[in-house]
C-alpha cells in the first residue's frame, strides 16, 4: 500500500510540476530573450545623439568605444551615402530595408540576432545602428534559472512521496495492527484490544473490533456460568440415582453401568462446552505431538494395567509439531481413549500410532473391540453405533477440520476399530489425503 501510494504521489506530482513549470521556463527564456533585446536598444539610443551632432567616423567609433556593445566588437552605424563605422553583421539588403524603415526591427542570424536601428538627419540624410546580440546573451540565466525550477520540482516530488509515505505508513500500521489483534482473537487471546489509532474509517473499525471482543468475552463468560450450573444441575440427580441403585443390590449392576457411562459423558459435554471459552495465549497454535501422547499415556496407562489391556505408543520417540494447541489435541486423545475404555471389554489391548508425513501428521487409535459397524453412517450422524453419543468423535472430526484435515474410521490390525485424525502443517487447496 505504501508502495501504491508512493507511485500515485510521484505521478500527481510531477503532472502538476509539469504543468507549472514547463510554462515558467518558457517564461524564463522569453524574459532572457527580452531583456537581452531591450539592452541592445538601450546601447543603440545611447548613439542617437551622438549622430545628431556628427557623422564623423572617428567621432562616431570614439563614442562607440564607450558602449559594452562596442567594445565587445557588436555595434555598427551605417551611414547613408557614407562608410559603415564598426564590425557590421547585417545583409546590406536588411540594412537598406530597416533604414525606410521608422522603428527598430530584428534579423535573425546564425549565432544570435541583429537589432536594426533606424536614425534620421538632418535633411533628407539618415543612419541605421546596427546592434548584435549573441546566443549567449538572449539564453543568460535560463540554464540556471531552469536547474532551480528542477530543483523546485524535484523537491516537490520527494516532498509529497515522503508525505504520502507518512500516510500510507499510518494507514498501514493501524491495519496491520487491527488485523494482528483479529488473528490473535480467533486463535484464542480473548484479551486483544486495539487502541483506535490512523483515519477515522480504521478508528472506527478499531472501536467496532473492541466491541466484539467484549462481546464474544461477555457470551463466553455466559456460557461458562451455564456449563458450570449445568454441571451442578446434572450432578445432583446422578448422585441421587447412583445412592438409589446401590441399595438395590447385584441386580441394579446394569443400571449402575449405564448412570457410569452417562456420568462420563455429561462430563466430556461439559468439557466440551468449556474449551472454547479458553483464550490464555499459553495453549499455543502448535505443540509436540509426542510429547502430549506420551504424557497421556502415561495418565491412561494405570487404567489400562487395572483392565489388563496389552498398549503400545508407536512413532512417539522424536518431536513431532501438530498444529493445534496442547490443550486442543490432550482432549481429542483423551476422548478417544475414553472411547477405548467405555466401549470395549476389560483385557482389550488397543495401540496408539503417531504418523508424521509430507505436510501432515496423523493420530490412529486402534482397538483390538468388536469395532464400528458402519464407519460411514457413524460419521455422517456423529455416532459410532455403540451405545456412544459420538462426542469423541465430533470433537476429534472439528480438530482435524479446524487444519484442513479429516477424521476416518477403518478396522485396524487388531480387529478392532481404527480412528484416523489427519492434522494438515499447512492448509492446501487439495483437501485429499493417502493412509499409510
Not at 545602428?129 to 530543483?151: C, H, M, Q
Not at 508525505?163 to 489483534?181: E, I, K, M, N, P
Not at 482473537?185 to 473492541?210: C, M, T, V
Not at 488397543?350 to 457413524?378: C, K, N, Q, W, Y
Request: overall charge positive; some cysteine.
Amino acid at each position: 500500500m505504501r508502495r501504491t501510494l508512493a507511485v500515485l504521489m510521484v505521478a500527481v506530482t510531477s503532472m502538476v510540476a509539469l504543468a507549472f513549470l514547463v510554462p515558467l521556463a518558457l517564461i524564463v527564456r522569453e524574459t532572457a530573450q527580452s531583456r537581452a533585446v531591450a539592452g541592445a536598444e538601450r546601447q543603440a539610443s545611447a548613439l542617437v545623439p551622438v549622430l545628431a551632432l556628427t557623422t564623423s567616423g572617428d567621432d562616431l567609433g570614439h563614442a562607440m568605444a564607450r558602449t559594452e556593445a562596442g567594445r565587445r566588437g557588436l555595434l555598427a552605424v551605417h551611414v547613408n551615402g557614407g562608410a559603415t563605422v564598426g564590425t557590421s553583421r547585417a545583409p546590406a539588403a536588411q540594412v537598406a530595408v530597416a533604414a525606410a524603415r521608422t522603428r527598430a526591427s530584428t534579423v535573425e542570424l546564425d549565432g544570435g540576432y541583429v537589432l536594426l536601428r533606424p536614425v534620421a538627419l538632418d535633411g533628407d540624410r539618415g543612419a541605421v545602428i546596427e546592434v548584435f546580440v549573441p546566443a549567449d546573451d538572449l539564453n543568460r540565466g535560463v540554464p540556471s534559472s531552469w536547474a532551480v525550477l528542477t530543483g523546485v520540482a524535484v523537491v516537490l516530488v520527494l516532498g509529497s512521496v515522503l508525505v504520502g509515505d507518512r500516510l500510507g505508513a499510518r494507514v498501514v500500521r493501524a491495519s496491520r495492527r487491527l488485523g494482528t489483534a483479529a488473528t490473535a482473537l480467533g486463535s484464542g487471546d480473548l484479551s486483544e484490544r486495539i487502541h483506535p489509532d490512523g483515519p477515522p474509517e480504521l478508528k472506527a473499525a478499531a472501536n467496532a473490533f473492541n466491541t466484539m471482543a467484549n462481546r464474544v468475552t461477555h457470551l463466553l463468560a455466559a456460557e461458562r456460568e451455564l456449563a458450570a450450573d449445568l454441571s451442578h444441575r446434572l450432578r445432583t440427580p446422578l448422585t441421587a440415582l447412583k445412592l438409589s441403585l446401590d441399595q438395590l443390590g447385584p441386580q441394579a449392576e446394569p443400571s449402575r453401568q449405564a448412570l457410569a457411562r452417562l456420568e462420563g459423558e455429561v462430563t466430556t459435554i461439559i468439557s466440551a462446552a468449556r474449551r472454547p471459552a479458553r483464550g490464555d495465549r499459553s495453549f499455543g497454535r502448535s505443540c509436540d505431538a509426542a510429547e502430549v501422547l506420551r504424557e497421556r499415556l502415561a495418565f491412561w496407562s494405570a487404567l489400562a494395567e487395572d483392565q489388563g489391556r496389552p498398549w503400545q505408543l508407536v512413532g512417539a520417540t522424536l518431536p513431532v509439531r501438530a498444529p493445534v494447541p496442547a490443550g486442543e489435541l490432550t482432549a481429542v486423545v483423551d476422548a478417544l481413549l475414553g472411547n477405548v475404555f467405555r466401549h470395549t471389554a476389560e483385557g482389550t489391548a488397543f495401540s496408539v500410532t503417531l504418523h508424521e508425513g509430507r505436510g501432515v501428521v496423523g493420530i490412529l487409535v486402534a482397538d483390538a473391540g468388536p469395532g464400528i459397524p458402519d464407519p460411514e453412517a457413524a460419521l455422517e450422524r456423529g455416532a459410532s453405533g455403540s451405545g456412544s453419543t459420538g462426542l469423541g468423535l465430533d470433537i476429534a472430526r472439528r480438530l482435524a477440520e479446524s487444519t484442513g484435515g479429516s477424521l476416518r474410521l477403518d478396522r485396524s490390525s487388531l480387529g478392532g476399530a481404527q480412528v484416523q485424525v489427519w492434522l494438515r502443517l499447512e492448509k492446501l487447496s487439495k483437501p485429499a489425503l493417502k493412509d499409510t
